[in-house]
Structure formats: structure tokens, C-alpha cells
T-cell receptor, first 116, second 115 residues
Framework: DTGVSQNPRHKITKRGQNVTFRCDPISEHNRLYWYRQTLGQGPEFLTYFQNEAQLEKSRLLSDRFSAERPKGSFSTLEIQRTEQGDSAMYLC??????????????FGPGTRLLVL | AQSVTQLDSHVSVSEGTPVLLRCNYSSSYSPSLFWYVQHPNKGLQLLLKYTSAATLVKGINGFEAEFKKSETSFHLTKPSAHMSDAAEYFCVVSHPSGNTGKLIFGQGTTLQVKP
């Protein structure tokens, strides 16, 4: 299967701990996105990479959040000092380089985080 | 600013009857619009997308949507519902600023299909 993969699929942690999630995009895709989805809501944009460059971050991404894509392939999203409000599904998506119009984003299955 | 409003949080239909999921958008630009579906414990899957070509867009599994600029709407329809259509549906607009392509999702509509 050459779709977007995310690990782990589930994470339970205690408040104050650090967590890291990984996303492996579709191999030829240059663009990578992170979104967060809380229960009963639509996903919200967090951040965007074009190759290894992080080009946009949402105001939702507080200083406790950091994302990297060091070689322009996989990406990691780290949350430091987790809070109960961080409990959500974290979604990764990838797409080919954009032209004048939006390219389709392909989503991974997500990592569900529960902060106790 | 870009936004989408899904007019119904929950829609219930009987199997074999038509489906209508309503979406209105707000955009300062000519928008790209999408419908995604999310089945329980599965990833988001693209149903269809509009990118300024034909206003009637056909998608997978018999779904289609019509872009109506005058009504700023992009409603999703299907002639005959199947039990497997039960899922969460999201209307989505792509934000053109800076050409990032980031997506702005509606709140979602839960489709229930009764036997």
C-alpha cells in the first residue's frame, strides 16, 4: 500500500508528558499537511510543508507544538507538556506540488491522542 | 475569509431514497471545493472536487455535487442511498492565499441510512 501512513494509531499519555507522531506521505508528494480534529468537529489546519520547508503555521499551533520534515520525506509532530485539551485526532495529508488550482490531499488514518 | 457552512449536522434517510447534504461557502476568490467522507475508524476519503471546470461534478460511489455561484452552494446528492453510505461527510474549501492549498472544513454532516 502506498498511501499516507501514520504512527502510532493511538497514544495515551499523562498530562505534562511529551509525545511525538510520525507521518509518511505518498512518496512522490512534495506537500505535507497536519490537521487536528476534535470530537464532533471538522479537521482544522495546523501546519504545511513544501518539501523540507515549513511554510505556514496556524495560530492553533502553540509554542508547545513543533513539526519537522528534515529530508522532505516523512514528518514528525511533537507536543511538549501535553494538556488535556490536546486530546484529539491528528491527521496528516500529502499532495503533489500545487499548480494554479488546488491539488487533492490524501489523508492518513490519523493518530488518536488521549491525554489523561 | 474562506469558510463553509454545512446546513445540517445530521441527515437520516431510508435505504434506496435520495440523499441531499447541503453546503454553502464563503470566498473572496473563485474557490476550489471538495466533499470528503469519513467512515468510523477510517481516514478521510475524497468523494469529489470542483476546480472551475464543469459545475456539475461527479464523484465516486454515485455521488455528485453542483457548484452554484449565484447561491454560493455546493450541495452533495445521490439518487439512491445505500447502507454503506452511512458516515460523516465534510464540505471543504481550499484556501488560495499563498498557494498553500490548506483546506478549510465544515462542521460535518452525519448521514444515517435506515433499512
Amino acid at each position: 500500500d502506498t498511501g499516507v501512513s501514520q504512527n502510532p494509531r493511538h497514544k495515551i499519555t499523562k498530562r505534562g508528558q511529551n509525545v511525538t507522531f510520525r507521518c509518511d506521505p505518498i512518496s512522490e508528494h512534495n506537500r505535507l499537511y497536519w490537521y487536528r480534529q476534535t470530537l464532533g468537529q471538522g479537521p482544522e489546519f495546523l501546519t504545511y510543508f513544501q518539501n523540507e520547508a515549513q511554510l505556514e503555521k496556524s495560530r492553533l499551533l502553540s509554542d508547545r507544538f513543533s513539526a519537522e520534515r528534515p529530508k522532505g520525506s516523512f514528518s514528525t509532530l511533537e507536543i511538549q507538556r501535553t494538556e488535556q485539551g490536546d486530546s484529539a485526532m491528528y491527521l496528516c495529508a500529502s499532495s503533489p506540488s500545487g499548480g494554479a488550482r488546488a491539488e487533492t490531499q490524501y489523508f492518513g488514518p490519523g493518530t488518536r491522542l488521549l491525554v489523561l | 475569509a474562506q469558510s463553509v457552512t454545512q446546513l445540517d449536522s445530521h441527515v437520516s434517510v431510508s435505504e434506496g431514497t435520495p440523499v441531499l447534504l447541503r453546503c454553502n461557502y464563503s470566498s473572496s476568490y473563485s474557490p476550489s471545493l471538495f466533499w470528503y467522507v469519513q467512515h468510523p475508524n477510517k481516514g478521510l476519503q475524497l468523494l469529489l472536487k470542483y476546480t472551475s471546470a464543469a459545475t456539475l461534478v461527479k464523484g465516486i460511489n454515485g455521488f455528485e455535487a453542483e457548484f452554484k455561484k449565484s447561491e454560493t452552494s455546493f450541495h452533495l446528492t445521490k439518487p439512491s442511498a445505500h447502507m454503506s453510505d452511512a458516515a460523516e461527510y465534510f464540505c471543504v474549501v481550499s484556501h488560495p492565499s499563498g498557494n498553500t492549498g490548506k483546506l478549510i472544513f465544515g462542521q460535518g454532516t452525519t448521514l444515517q441510512v435506515k433499512p
